[in-house]
């Protein structure tokens, strides 16, 4: 009787499933909400956040910028020369997502790429300091091997720089097109290329498993990659909801980890959201196109100095955000201070603005346009991205020039793509822009260059290009921040845009989520070497 009752004990036993006997595994899973959709995975044309976020996790660059330190990413070693002007770049044993090695001339295929003019990519500005990549992209030489990119072999690359520029290595760990491309992926999927799993490859620590464009973005480890072993997560899901309530809603019910971005009504509800500040300013680009209304730069004027940027900030910005009069990001650190602290400019409005000074302009622009008052203006209109704080801002400027100037500005909301476009082809006579500043003092003002593909403003000024053209090639530091400053002093004078403040980001995010940061820069979320704690 003892044996036949110890035998079906046994039995019992050996029937349990062993997992009631494993401590419980937590799933490596991620879920986010994102408000925007990725615009792009396409390395030569991408220019936006959420696009910059998520090809993060799916790409891997030379150097990458990890929890604000420059880290090795496929160049497992680099040497640069004694005058600084020469850097080589020796690639690790690396591979795509599909096995295929890593060589030196994806980066350099991915790089002259960019820069070809045929491309029309708005990013050929990252590569300034690189020898002769302004003419090439600008069309004053054809022969790309002219250009200081070169794959001396498999596992070598070697980038000649015009002059020591000293933010060279940081811009490239932070910059979001420098990552390698496949040719054979951009020669066999042509324009759909890099638009959905089937026609994009990268080699980082996560493939692109699913792109339900404006609803999901699903990623999975990357078994191929060259680190694997210190990713934790499994797999990352973006779920892209426009709507703030949709997304703090799902939070609270314990649907999603983390909410990218949240407004200021909800880190009252919210108090232990996290926030992070500085790497994006945002500006008001004034379309000056010859025969548009914003052309004319007292209005311009009128228009900048009847913004109160700190009741703005007050009533609508996530904390964190700084008005700002400059159109250079005040968390820029040069020798232990900030730039804009060591050079000195303004636009002259205050933070609060200046109605009265306002008015001055707005009279003068009257006159100049021949108009007896404020109604008799021709129609302006605002292209609004459709995004809750977007729509804030512009409803609050709208408000204020009505009512401080009695100047009517329509409001066309857009989804984002569009609006997007409309920027591009120029369909608007004011946009609010977004861009991230970057390590170098320059880096917004390059894009308001004669030519330049990121010139929103279409504002043309000879001695304002001439001295952004001189200070990139000039190697003396302290020199060419006063040739910098020269040329703020005069973009701030035309006012082709008018600089509103540095953004900050505020956040929501589970505590069992460790490992999660968010860097200085745009899209800059790093979960890769993020996990979810038991």
């Keep these: 009787m003892k044996k036949w009752i110890v ?23 991620f879920t986010f909400a994102g408000h925007n959709d990725v615009m792009t995975l396409d390395v030569s044309q991408m220019n936006d956040e959420m696009s910059a976020l998520i090809m993060y996790a799916l790409n891997e660059s030379l150097i990458r910028n990890s929890y604000n330190e420059i880290i090795p990413g496929l160049a497992e070693s680099y040497d640069v020369s004694e005058d600084g002007t020469v850097y080589t770049f020796h690639l690790r044993d690396a591979k795509w997502s599909d096995g295929v090695p890593v060589t030196a001339k994806d980066f350099e295929y991915s790089f002259l790429r960019t820069m070809n003019p045929e491309t029309g990519s708005s990013q050929v500005s990252e590569f300034d300091s690189i020898l002769n990549a ?26 000649t720089l015009t002059y020591n520029d000293p933010f060279f290595m940081t811009e490239m ?108 300013l945002q500006y008001l680009a ?78 003068k622009a009257l006159s100049e346009l021949g108009l007896s008052k404020p109604s008799d203006l021709p129609s302006i209109n605002y292209v609004c991205m459709d995004s809750p704080v977007h729509k804030q801002y512009a409803e609050a400027l709208q408000a204020g020039w009505k009512d401080g100037l009695g100047v009517d500005v329509g409001i066309s909301i857009l989804p984002v793509p569009q609006a997007i476009g409309a920027l591009l082809s120029g369909q608007f006579d004011i946009f609010l822009v977004g861009q991230a500043s970057g390590v170098d003092p320059a880096t917004i003002m390059n894009n308001f260059t004669i030519g330049n593909g990121n010139n929103y403003a279409r504002w043309d000024s000879k001695e304002y290009s001439n001295l952004i053209a001189a200070q990139s090639e000039n190697p003396n530091l302290a020199e060419r921040l006063l040739q910098i400053q020269q040329a703020e002093a005069i973009i701030l004078d035309e006012a082709p845009v008018a600089p509103l403040w540095t953004p900050g980001t505020a956040y929501l995010c589970r505590e069992f989520v460790k490992g999660l940061h968010y860097g200085r820069q745009t899209g800059s979320i790093e979960f890769i070497f993020a996990y979810i704690e038991n």
């Design 173 to 280: 760990a932070e910059g979001i097109n420098f990552y390698p491309i496949r040719a054979d992926y951009v020669e066999k999927y042509g324009m759909s290329y890099a638009s959905s799993p089937e026609t994009f490859i990268g080699c980082g620590p996560f493939v692109l498993k699913e792109w339900v464009q404006g609803a999901r973005i699903t990623l999975e480890k990357n078994s191929e990659y060259w680190n694997t072993d210190k990713v934790k997560l499994e797999r990352v899901v973006e779920l892209i909801i426009p709507d703030e309530n949709t997304r703090v809603g799902m939070y609270d019910l314990g649907e999603i980890d983390a909410i990218y971005s949240i407004s200021k009504v909800q880190t009252i509800m919210h108090p232990e959201y996290g926030s992070r500040s500085g790497g994006t």
């Design 286 to 363: 004034f379309n000056c196109s010859e025969g548009l209304v914003m052309e004319n730069m007292n209005l311009r004027k009128a228009l900048s100095f009847a913004i109160d940027r700190e009741a703005i900030v007050a009533a609508i910005t996530s904390p964190g955000t700084i008005p700002v009069d400059r159109m250079i990001d005040p968390s820029i650190i040069i020798d232990g201070k900030s730039v804009t602290e060591a050079y000195s400019n303004s636009t002259g409005v205050p933070p609060s603005g200046d109605i009265e000074k306002a008015k001055e302009f707005l009279n």
């Design 134 to 159: 302004q003419a090439y992209y600008n069309g004053e030489i054809t022969d790309a091997s002219l250009v200081g990119v070169k794959a001396v072999d498999e596992k070598t690359l070697v980038l």
């Design 7 to 29: 035998s079906i004990i046994l039995i019992a036993l050996i029937t349990i499933p062993v997992s009631c006997f494993a401590a419980s595994v937590t799933p490596q899973v």
